[in-house]
């Protein structure tokens, strides 16, 4: 068994966001997918995003607001959501003073 650990983990800053991203865990040909948890401070938003992995994120803090294909979807502590392939998207924390995190694991779609 390995452990993983988000508090100690290397970081890196996309705008405020915090990213730990599992590549550094050397996971690579064990795993079929990458994974990373990612933080938005309280009143913030990730930029817009589009890319052609499948993304499965679950809310491990906090309440998300997504804004994917023009709609608007609020994702509560503990529950999840899934980005298709090249879906446009934008995660906010309206929170005034709590942290939103989130663990995705992310993909190649498969053909068929």
Known sequence: MRTFDLITGESLFVK?????????????????????????????????????????????????????????????????FLLSSTESHVVQNRSADQELTIFSAYWMPTDG
Do not use: C
């Open 16 to 80: 405020d966001l915090r990213v730990v991203r599992w590549e550094q865990y050397e996971l690579d040909r064990q795993m079929p997918f990458q994974a990373m948890w990612y933080s938005v401070p309280p009143g913030s938003e990730s930029p817009l995003d589009t890319h052609p992995e499948l993304e499965l994120s679950i809310v491990v803090a906090g309440t998300a607001h997504v804004l994917a294909g023009g709609t608007e979807h609020e994702i509560k502590h503990g529950n999840a």
